[in-house]
């Protein structure tokens, strides 16, 4: 088992006996309880671009003293997000699979990941219960992803990631899900404070340092060289966008094709990995020769496979790549590397480098559709707000959060899956605020003219 996880369960099982010892004692703890809640949301927010251990460690305080915290309220209710069937009939059958997996210790690893995230959404949902507390968390990740995304851009210079193979991995040291992380960033920078879904005056130099921080985040993302990343923020741009004005798409479109034409020119190794996906054959125009794409696309086939066998059940949430170490000889494709003709698996992991796939192999059907549920009401529900309201603030909410999710869907299929936890909880992060946002009322500002017979009167 992994051993992380496995301390962050007896963690959280230790803390929440001791904590409900005290808040069945002491409910007028309730208070406290809910600060030190909050607080572990915003060591997550603060952490998650910058050092995702610590990020972790405000899940678990989150996530333990929210216990506690609903047990001295005597409320054994959630909120009602929106979202709650396909999040729970998802988390369900994920938990369900642990009776027949093909790996135990996977699927604990795996499943309880997925518990664990699912555990803090309903915790950030829930008390994330005011338009000041939601602006805070966002501030705090736009704070962090800001650093990060000026850290990622020196490296990139400091590495020459635009003419060699060098990639970035950011202050998380991942190079998968930092330009994803990077994505999320800037969708919340756009929809916050660019274009900001309402007119109002800016001031100028804050305006065009929000401005840089955006290019350098588009930087980032080119000298990572991360086609799940390309493929979630040019859409999520684009829609972004649109929602605002139609001549802001356009000149978005004109701008994407420029940047991506010049780093066509300049950049011989993002131009093959961007190629690669049209022609798989093209990574050999790679400085660093490793045929990623048929290797993934070996992968693809081989979950496929699996879910053919299993299309119901799967095998098991997170035992994929048990299953294909000791069966891909009889059931699997074989990947060819067509620079020496030699037989080879993957490179890289035994997993199924896409989480649609992945899905379908280890947790079957009923998951898949309850996970492909969940996706479509995370743009539909963000949408019907924006066009619902003529709140600014919810109107920001929805459209970030609308962005942000197109974004974990490309990433979804490539270097993400519903156990990343540097990916999937952040995405579920922005969902619990926009859950959050979408219950707060909206407050109505007094006119002069009834705040002057207010006056009066007092």
């Given at each position: ?28 703890l309730?208070g406290f309880f ?11 927010a ?14 678990v ?8 915290y ?14 709650n ?14 009776l ?40 705090t ?6 650093i ?6 020196f ?27 990077v ?5 919340v ?11 109002q005056?800016?001031g ?11 290019l ?5 993302i ?6 799940s990343?390309?493929?979630?923020i ?6 972004l ?17 420029v940047?991506?034409?010049?780093m ?11 190629l ?11 400085l660093k020769?490793?045929?990623d ?33 000791e ?5 699997f494709?074989?990947?060819?590397n ?16 896409n989480g ?15 996970l492909?549920?969940?996706?479509f009401?995370?743009?539909k ?17 929805a459209?970030?959060t609308l962005?942000?999710s ?24 922005f ?6 946002a979408?219950?707060?009322?909206v ?10 017979q ?5």
């Amino acid at each position: 088992m992994n051993i992380l996880l496995f301390i962050k369960i007896a963690v959280i099982a230790v803390s929440c006996i001791i904590l409900i010892a005290i808040a069945v004692k002491q409910p007028d703890l309730a208070g406290f309880f809910e600060k030190a809640a909050l607080f572990g949301i915003f060591l997550f927010a603060l952490f998650i671009p910058i050092k995702d251990g610590f990020a972790l460690f405000g899940m678990v305080v989150t996530i333990v003293f929210f216990i506690a915290y609903k047990i001295a309220k005597r409320d054994a209710s959630i909120p009602k997000t929106g979202f709650n069937i396909p999040i729970l009939v998802y988390t369900a059958i994920c938990a369900a699979s642990f009776l027949w997996t093909y790996s135990i210790k996977d699927s604990i690893n795996e499943g309880g990941e997925i518990i664990y995230f699912v555990l803090f959404f309903f915790a950030a949902a829930t008390l994330l219960n005011a338009k000041k507390r939601i602006d805070f968390m966002v501030y705090t990740f736009t704070f962090s992803i800001s650093i990060a995304i000026i850290y990622g851009f020196f490296q990139g210079i400091f590495i020459n990631a635009i003419h060699s193979p060098n990639r970035l991995t950011g202050l998380i040291g991942n190079w998968t899900g930092f330009p994803v992380q990077v994505s999320y960033g800037l969708v919340v920078i756009m929809a916050y404070y660019l274009i900001n879904f309402k007119k109002q005056n800016k001031g100028t130099g804050a305006f065009l340092f929000w401005i840089l921080i955006t290019l350098a985040g588009f930087f980032d993302i080119v000298f990572s060289k991360a086609r799940s990343a390309w493929i979630g923020i040019i859409p999520a741009v684009f829609v972004l966008m649109y929602l605002r004005s139609k001549r802001l798409f356009w000149a978005a479109l004109v701008l994407l094709l420029v940047l991506n034409i010049g780093m066509f020119s300049v950049s011989k190794t993002f131009k093959s990995r961007m190629l690669a996906m049209f022609n798989p054959k093209i990574y050999k125009m790679e400085l660093k020769n490793h045929g990623d794409i048929e290797s993934h696309l070996a992968l693809i086939k081989s979950a496929w496979a699996v879910f053919k066998r299993f299309p119901l059940t799967g095998v098991g949430v997170g035992a994929f790549s048990k299953y294909f170490d000791e069966h891909k000889g009889v059931h699997f494709p074989w990947y060819y590397n067509p620079e020496t003709g030699e037989k080879l698996y993957d490179l890289y992991d035994n997993w199924p480098e896409n989480g649609y796939m992945q899905t379908l192999a280890e947790t079957g059907l009923f998951s898949f559709l309850a996970l492909m549920w969940l996706f479509f009401l995370a743009l539909k529900q963000p949408v019907k707000l924006f066009r619902g309201t003529d709140d600014a603030f919810k109107r920001k909410i929805a459209a970030m959060t609308l962005g942000v999710s197109i974004v974990f869907y490309g990433s979804f299929a490539g270097v993400s899956n519903m156990s990343n936890d540097q990916l999937a909880n952040l995405w579920l992060f922005f969902l619990a605020l926009f859950a959050a946002a979408n219950l707060t009322p909206v407050v109505i500002p007094k006119s002069k003219d009834f705040q002057n017979q207010n006056d009066v009167i007092s």
